[in-house]
């Protein structure tokens, strides 16, 4: 199916890590991405892989990509209160022209 | 300097009127896309332009017609609304459709509520 799945919700607490997982289906997929959505706000770019790469660092946020399980994942260290959003991750779909399948998004709330 | 905007933020209208929500890119890119997001944070990608030329048509009823009268703008005109309608349209622009190019960068989303 076209289905690209992750947990609806995850709690933290401020100051420990967050790990947000997604599994994708297509592995022809190039590139698979994390977007940030705010409330009532649009989706921010926050990073993104290329499929023949297994982890990329940036700041504070750590993307794992294992391709032969077609699982992703995002970490972000010393999480805080202002990282409480909704994360989408993402796969470019390949067949002519690239078109994003989303997941449903994962809740992150950052309590104190 | 907003890389892509569109307007209006908000759109409230009755059931059977016509509408339209517009977008502009300012990051020089040639592929622009329209994608609806759900009441349950849902995005499905709905349309795709490349250099003004329609590029992926999602199974989507024909009374949404995208223009793109240059490869800067991407506008989405919607007939005879219903209440399904209701949702949050994001545009959104890439350089190209290939490698690091087709990475999607969205705008701030229009807020349709059909009543």
């Known amino acids: 199916g076209e289905d690209v799945e992750q947990s609806l919700f995850l709690s933290v607490r401020e100051g420990d890590s967050s790990v947000i997982n997604c599994t994708y289906t297509?592995?022809?997929?190039?590139?698979l991405y994390w977007y940030k959505q705010e409330p009532g706000a649009g989706l921010q770019l926050l990073t993104y892989?290329?499929?023949?790469?297994d982890m990329k660092q940036d700041q504070r946020l750590t993307v794992l990509l294992n391709k032969k399980d077609k699982h992703l994942s995002l970490r972000i260290a010393d999480t805080q209160t202002g990282d409480s959003a909704i994360y989408f991750c993402a796969e470019s779909r390949t067949g002519g022209y690239n078109k994003l399948i989303f997941g449903a998004g994962t809740r992150l709330a950052v309590h104190p | 300097d907003t890389a892509v905007s569109q307007t209006p933020k908000y759109l409230v209208t009755q059931m059977g009127n016509d509408k339209s929500i517009k977008c502009e890119q300012n990051?020089?890119?040639?592929?622009m896309y329209w994608y609806k997001q759900d009441s349950k944070k849902f995005l499905k990608i709905m349309f795709s332009y490349n250099n003004k030329e329609l590029i992926i048509n999602e199974t989507v009823p024909n009374r949404f017609s995208p223009k793109s009268p240059d490869k800067a703008h991407l506008n989405l005109h919607i007939n005879s609304l219903e209440l399904g309608d209701s949702a949050v349209y994001f545009c959104?622009?890439?350089?190209?459709?290939?490698?690091?190019?087709?990475?999607?960068?969205f705008g701030p989303g229009t807020r349709l509520l059909v009543l």
């Open positions: 959104a622009s890439s350089q190209g459709t290939s490698g690091e190019k087709e990475t999607q960068y």
């Open positions: 990051l020089g890119h040639d592929t």
């Open positions: 892989i290329f499929s023949n790469m």
């Open positions: 297509d592995s022809s997929s190039t590139y």
